[in-house]
């Protein structure tokens, strides 16, 4: 997709070229860029239009008068309107292009257009890529010898299509099973498939959060906008390394470790698919499209692209914007002609599941300045409104995970996930009901700002003496102790009490792996706020995101110092978003292409080549006090 851009004073694009459109009598005013329908850019702003085909051009439902502004007709209002309407500035929404700022006046509803809420509480109102329609067509004779191509086409006048070679075959089978009564299957601009008889209520996709540990898919029906099954897995790579860097690290030490990364990615991809088309009784050859939100390494090797130039300095992305993929590339058995969006990374370590996780927090649509924060291994943070982002990415390390924690854990059964401590006693949420066997990112989080909250762990990271601890949380003390030569507080004892060895504990240098990732994130936002010129308590939101973020309490993000001070209540949970932006893709083409639009949007602040960035980083150490 080609967005208008403008040009700054040395010539640089500077972004699409955007235009302000006034709805009446809502009054809502929005910012879109220039060339976006009038449909699309109400829809994508949860404004309404009347509509039963989604915004495709055949309904001539979502009739709309330009008041102020240009707009001029299209071929289909020619037939929608009369010329005195035409005149009047009556139009097709979903056909008229905002070329200028307009005002809009959009008559009450008739009829209710299908939307949904997904993403970060997004009303996206349907407008799938994938669309079927139903046709009854006049059988030939020899008075009418157009060819079957010809026939299906003219039933569909209004919209320009190309057919595949996969549609050509289906066609004439299809027609004559059926005496001439088919459904056609569009994706964009492209007849796929032709069916016999009447499928049109049969359509799907499905939406994978490609996660360097866990892979997520969501089945989507496509006609009402509504998941019909979820499943997750470990993503099959995992002998490989738990983290990006050491799968990378796998495919330089051995050439063919690519192909067969490669060949788990698709194996975990097509299992998912395989177990939610099974789960909701559709047949996978009901599925037309899938999208698919992954860091840059995941999608990398997912693709069976070479990620090694992601893991060394410059760190160069083989695209951005990718090429045409099909479900197929993928290893997804589903329709054989389906496609597949794979989201496009900003840079290497800024991948597409953030792409995505912008679209569904909708942060380059909100007047308001939020923080966005991915935590994990890597740190993906974004700062911005609708007039700018800044992006970047901060080395966590793997404390979150719990890979570098002594008791450390993955958050499954058996993970401590919440602690709760006063001076006299200790409170221990785990994972699946089960005795705790180690702790995991959140439950880490927890415990520190316990401590903090106890004064048994000073503002340098220090645990406190044992005579210390005792006046401040008298029923706590006897946590504290040693293991070795090093000092550890324990959260359960396995065996008997006093059995350090045997027990889940925290370690100084657990807190010490902890510090260096909040030092690495806290200098991250620091660093773009810097750069918009910005103070902490301008932030007016702060979105935590990903299998972490979801899991921390806010309240203890702002005490470790992991996120700005501002209110508590400004600090929300944005949960699975990359999984919520590749849904969103698939409903509605019109997000897709703001997400799409987002790389031109955001710019990339590098840190590893900042002179200052260790100075601050160790000024990010303390916790505040
Ligand atoms: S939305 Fe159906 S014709 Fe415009």
């Known amino acids: 997709m080609t967005l208008p851009a403008t040009q700054d004073a040395d010539g640089l694009a500077a972004g699409p070229v955007r235009v302000d459109l006034l709805y009446e009598p809502s009054g809502r005013k929005v910012r879109v860029p220039a060339g976006v329908t009038l449909f699309d850019a109400a829809s994508w702003n949860g404004i309404a239009i009347d509509s039963t085909c989604g915004g495709h051009g055949t309904c001539k439902k979502c009739k709309v008068q330009v008041l102020d502004g240009a707009a001029p007709p299209t071929a289909l209002d020619e037939r929608a309107f009369r010329p005195d309407e035409l005149r009047d500035g009556w139009r097709l929404a979903c056909r008229a292009e905002a070329a200028g700022d307009t005002t809009i006046h959009v008559p ?17 109102i349907l407008r799938p890529a994938v669309q079927k329609r139903y046709l009854e067509l006049d059988e030939p ?12 086409l003219a039933a569909m006048d209004d919209l320009e299509l190309r057919a595949d070679l996969h549609a050509l075959r289906a066609i004439g089978p299809a027609l004559r099973q059926a005496d001439y009564q088919v459904t056609a299957v569009i994706v964009d601009d492209v007849l796929i498939d032709v069916q016999p008889g009447d499928t049109s209520g049969r359509i799907f996709g499905i939406a994978f959060d490609l996660g360097t540990t866990t892979v997520v898919a969501t089945l989507l029906d496509l006609a009402t906008g509504t998941p019909a099954a979820v499943a997750s897995a470990l993503n099959a790579q995992q002998p490989f390394g ?67 130039p992601l893991g060394v300095a410059p760190f160069i992305l083989a695209a951005r914007l990718l090429p045409e993929v099909l479900a197929a590339d993928l290893g997804v058995a589903v329709h054989p002609r389906a496609r597949a969006v794979v989201f496009p990374p900003f840079g290497a370590y800024v991948g597409g599941d953030i792409t995505a996780g912008l679209l569904a927090s909708g942060m380059d649509r909100d007047q308001r300045t939020r923080l966005f924060i991915d935590i994990g291994t890597n740190c993906e943070i974004v700062l911005g409104n609708r007039d700018w982002l800044l992006a970047t990415a901060a080395p966590a390390g793997p ?12 958050a499954a059964d058996g993970a401590i996930e919440v602690v709760t401590m006063t001076p006299e006693a200790l409170d221990l949420k785990v994972i699946g009901d089960a005795e705790p066997a180690g702790l995991c990112g959140s439950g880490l989080v927890d415990a520190v700002t316990g401590l903090i909250r106890l004064g048994l762990l000073d503002s340098s990271g220090r645990l406190v003496p044992e005579e210390r601890a005792a006046e ?12 070795g030569a090093e000092r550890v507080f324990v959260l359960h004892w396995l065996g008997e009490p006093g059995d350090v060895a045997h027990s889940v504990y925290l370690s100084q240098r657990d807190v010490r792996e902890l510090q260096f990732a909040k030092a690495a994130i806290a200098t991250g936002w620091r660093i773009l706020l810097e750069e918009a010129g910005l103070q902490p308590t301008d932030v007016q939101q702060v979105l935590l995101a990903g299998s972490f973020g979801s899991y921390l309490s806010p309240a203890n993000a702002i005490r470790l110092g992991l996120v700005p001070e501002v209110g508590v209540l400004r600090v929300v949970s944005a949960g699975n978003v990359a999984g919520e932006g590749a849904k969103m893709a698939l409903l509605s083409v019109r997000e897709r292409a703001g997400g799409l639009a987002l790389l031109e949007e955001v710019r990339y602040v590098e840190l590893s080549d900042r002179a200052d960035f260790n100075d601050r980083f160790v000024d990010q150490l303390a916790f505040p006090s």
């Open 108 to 124: 009450p509803l008739v009829t209710r257009p299908k939307a949904a809420t997904v993403g970060v509480g997004r009303q996206v």
């Open 141 to 152: 004779t020899l008075a009418d010898q157009r060819s079957d191509l010809e026939r299906l």
């Open 242 to 308: 738990a983290d990006v860097i050491t799968r990378i690290s796998a495919t330089m030490l051995d050439p063919e470790t690519l192909g067969r990364l490669t060949g788990l990615a698709h194996q975990t991809l097509a299992e998912l698919a395989a177990e939610v088309c099974a789960e909701a009784g559709v047949d996978p050859a009901e599925v037309y499209e899938i999208a698919l939100a992954g860091n840059a390494t995941m999608t990398h090797i997912a693709l069976g692209i070479d990620p090694e």
């Open 399 to 410: 404390a979150f995970e719990g890979a570098a924690i002594r008791c450390g854990m993955r």
């Open 472 to 483: 401040l949380a008298p029923g706590l003390a006897s946590r504290l102790t040693t293991l």
